[in-house]
């Protein structure tokens, strides 16, 4: 059982606002890594400004007409404008304002200066060399803004002989040995397919990276630059594989589902279409309840109570389960195992996820209207709070492209006449070019 | 060993001084233990709770499910910690840990029904006299919820999560990501609540209980799933390591092995059509989108296949990001110790063993410039 947390005796108004409340960020990325860190920073509070240029909108707005079919959009309807119902934007860009600004133009460059002089954070993901070409790498906007954080997450960091290299999430996937690691005991490397991995391993990192400097900015009053490189996040994320591999040890074997060390450890085809059910034994306990479920003679008979001795088995094992599980409904068979206390669930697909009792009892999901997409659920962040904030499930949709033009330059003091000539000469604008993702 | 010069090292932060504040790590395994070694590279002051009784080992985890933890990948996570030894028996080590709860500022607990009541009643009335105490808990579901006592190991939380379900071949059944990622990732979220609500307490003295469900962590590294049921009612399902929307992008064989070939974007399709000397390509209309290339991939394989064959990964890698296109190198692990790019940042570091013996350790994935100290590099 999971125990209750030891809570601290908290005062009923411990979090009025979000944690980064005050906290003002000038994004400048795009598609999902950088995205998601400053997600967090705004579903903790902070007001993020999302710049995005009429030319250069952000890649996972999905473009101006449809790329990689429909099924991103509500109801497969992409409209007239596809890139304020795009899925994956819209997901990853709650709670953010939206400034659509030419950066290159020498107006635009002057307000996103003026963005800086009043920002706490600078987060960027543009390609090595981007920012500077911009007139926005960190030398050279630090000194506008005291004790300014600036994260900034190109794949191979800004420093050695690749700093120049593209990289997405799938590339750092592959640089940094996850898909080498993945994959079937009998088959290649395998990639994570659609999953850009590499995107959210950074995105994680940077978040936690970026609140650690702003703890380091309150605690000391200064700022810095954080060069995170992707692909040494992707390392991390494997460190036990990677660690034991260079010093001596030997390189994992691709395993598939299974364990070092814990057998049966796997999943196994139940009744229905594509449906699986996950397995994990941890030790002699688990295996006397899976043997009481499974009930098959061949587990009965042999003397498998022992860790190894069941490793040496598991392809006995295995089958036997496949047997039990194939003709059961998974989640019942899911429910037998946990009756008993043996780590078990069905390999759940989104569908489950948004029927899932615990997440609703959590409110992991965020119910979320958006005026050009609808009203959906969301996927929230994971945690939750014992003071229960409202902040917390008070979520903004992601923003209309341009939303906040008017708004981000009227709180920097461009009066409305300036507004409109700025968005006549095309340095701001609330539709797009013509473009692909 | 490693070759590593020992001049190789990277700059860390300039220390907190007065900002270092206490975090003390109740963890009987990787996520908790992750998080401290986080907090720790950033100057927080961390003390490690090391007790069989509650799951933490002088080089481990008790658990059966991290048994593969090695003990270098242990002295990495737990580095820069400090050990506080917990033997409940001993009325002397109850009041240490009492007293590390109240110096503490930051609690990190991951910890079972049983290894909490290994703690004692003091241990949970010194965390309710805080109240300025900021705690995370880390569990597999959550503490609250009708699951929140369900077993897991990280198997279960990664079906659990949505994870299993798009890792793996079409025909055949799901399989697991390596290591212990979804641990990694209660780790990163319990850094980014415990820090945020911390400068929250030392502003205003009032502290928060955080409960970080590594099974929401999964749901949320990989986004986008959930979203597009919601949207369009459509179900994921696994791709062979493949995109089923846009090619060509994945994992493909080469004349020494094999690379990875990855062209997401408009313009890195254009790029890609220069590389292959195929101007025709650009105006295609079999080929203008993403999925297109996807349907009609048979057309660029033609060309494709016989061009990789010819070439080895490393020559693929080149020419591919000499035309700004995001190819890779499928590196093992032992490829990464030899990366120029990783050894010119300073990434790996020599350090010891207990026994003296020579390791290699990774830094943290960041090179930092501060306003106080200048460029550091």
């Known amino acids: 059982m999971t125990p209750t947390p030891a809570t601290p005796n908290l005062q009923p108004s411990a979090l009025a606002v979000g944690p980064l409340a005050g906290i003002r960020v000038v994004d400048l990325t795009m598609a999902w890594a950088g995205p998601m860190v400053t997600r ?26 449809v790329q990689r079919g429909t099924e991103r959009y509500p109801d497969h309807e992409p409209t007239d404008q596809p890139w304020n119902r795009n899925a994956y934007f819209n997901t990853q860009n709650v709670n953010k304002r939206s400034l659509v600004l030419d950066l290159k133009s020498p107006e635009g460059h002057e307000i996103v200066l003026d963005l800086v002089r009043q920002a706490d954070v600078v987060t960027e993901n543009f390609a090595f060399g981007a920012m500077r070409r911009l007139g926005l790498a960190y030398d ?62 950074a995105g994680m990192t940077g978040a936690a990276l970026l609140i650690m400097a702003l703890w380091r900015r309150h605690a000391t009053g200064f700022g810095c630059h954080i060069d995170l490189a992707q692909l040494e996040a992707g390392v991390l994320f494997n460190f036990d594989s990677v660690l034991g591999a260079v010093n001596g040890g030997q390189v994992p074997p691709r395993r598939g589902t299974g364990h070092a060390t814990l057998a049966p450890h796997g999943t196994y085809r139940c009744a229905g279409d594509d449906r699986y059910l996950a397995l994990a034994c941890r030790g002699a306990a688990d295996w006397r ?99 229960d904030p409202a902040w917390w499930r008070e979520v903004r949709p992601a923003p209309c492209f341009g939303e906040h033009n008017g708004q981000v330059l009227a709180e920097l003091g461009l009066p409305p006449a300036r507004i409109a000539q700025l968005a006549a000469d095309g340095v701001i604008a609330d539709h797009p070019a013509r473009q692909g993702d | 060993m490693s070759g590593l010069a020992p001049e190789e090292t990277r700059s860390p932060l300039p220390a907190l001084g007065d900002g270092a504040r206490n975090v003390l790590e109740i963890a009987h395994g990787v996520g908790g233990a992750f998080a401290g070694m986080f907090l720790a590279s950033a100057g927080f002051a961390v003390t490690r709770v090391v007790s069989p009784a509650v799951g933490a080992q002088p080089d481990g985890f008790s658990p059966a499910e991290y048994g593969d933890v090695g003990p270098v990948a242990a002295r990495f996570l737990n580095e820069r910690k400090q050990a506080l030894r917990y033997d409940p028996a001993d009325a002397a080590a109850r009041g240490r840990l009492v007293q590390a709860v109240r110096a503490a500022d930051l609690l990190i607990e991951q910890l079972t029904l049983d290894e909490r009541s290994a703690l004692g009643d003091e241990y949970a009335e010194a965390v309710a006299d805080r109240p300025d105490l900021v705690v995370v808990t880390i569990t597999p579901f959550g503490t609250g919820g009708p699951q929140s006592g369900a077993a897991a190991t990280e198997l279960v939380i990664d079906a659990a999560g949505g994870w299993l379900q798009h890792i793996g071949d079409p025909e055949r059944g799901p399989i697991r990501p390596p290591g212990h990622q979804s641990e990694v990732m209660g780790g990163l979220a319990a850094v980014m609540s415990g820090v945020a609500s911390l400068i929250v307490a030392d502003r205003t003295g009032a502290g928060e209980a955080i409960d970080v469900a590594l099974r929401e962590c999964v749901t949320w590294f990989q986004m986008n799933p959930t979203t597009v049921y919601a949207y369009s009612g459509s179900v994921g399902h696994r791709t ?93 692990p032992r490829e990464l110790l030899e990366s120029e790019q990783l050894r010119a940042r300073r990434f790996w570091r020599t350090a010891s063993m207990s026994d003296g013996t020579e390791i290699v350790l990774p830094e943290m994935p960041a090179v930092y410039t501060t306003t106080d100290q200048g460029a550091e590099r």
């Open chain 1, 40 to 65: 967090v920073l705004a579903q903790l509070g902070a007001d993020v400004v999302k710049i995005e240029a009429a030319g250069k909108m952000d890649r996972w707005r999905g473009g101006t007409f």
């Open chain 1, 140 to 201: 050279q906007i630090a000194p506008l803004r005291t004790g300014l954080v600036m994260l900034s997450m190109p794949g191979f960091g800004s420093s050695g002989p690749e700093r120049g290299y593209i990289a997405h999430g799938p590339t750092i996937e592959q640089l940094a040995g996850n898909a080498y690691l993945q994959g079937y005991t009998d088959g290649p490397p395998q990639a994570s397919g659609r999953l850009a991995w590499g995107d959210p391993v």
């Open chain 1, 289 to 387: 309840a899976i043997r009481e479920v499974v009930a098959a003679d061949a587990l009965q008979a042999a003397d498998l109570e022992s860790d190894d001795a069941r490793h040496a088995a598991a392809e006995l094992i295995d089958k036997e389960i496949s047997e039990w599980a194939r003709p059961r409904d998974a989640f019942e068979a899911a429910r037998e195992l946990q009756r008993r206390g043996v780590p078990a669930s069905v390999v759940l697909n989104a569908a489950d996820l948004l029927a899932d009792e615990q997440l609703a009892d959590r409110g992991y999901f965020l119910d979320v209207s958006h005026p050009q997409a609808g009203r959906h659920q969301y996927a929230g962040l994971p945690w939750q709070y014992a003071s």
């Open chain 2, 240 to 332: 062979g390591g493949a995109s089923d929307v846009n090619y060509p992008q994945g994992v493909f064989e080469c004349a020494n092995g094999l690379v990875g070939i990855n062209v997401l974007y408009y313009v890195e399709w254009f790029r890609f059509c220069d590389l292959m000397g195929r101007e025709d390509w650009k105006t295609d209309p079999r080929l203008e989108t993403p999925l297109l290339r996807y349907e009609n991939r048979a057309l660029i394989d033609e060309e494709l296949l016989p061009w990789l064959a010819a070439r080895t990964a490393p020559e693929i890698y080149a020419a591919g990001q000499a035309h700004k296109l995001p190819f890779g190198m499928v590196n093992g």
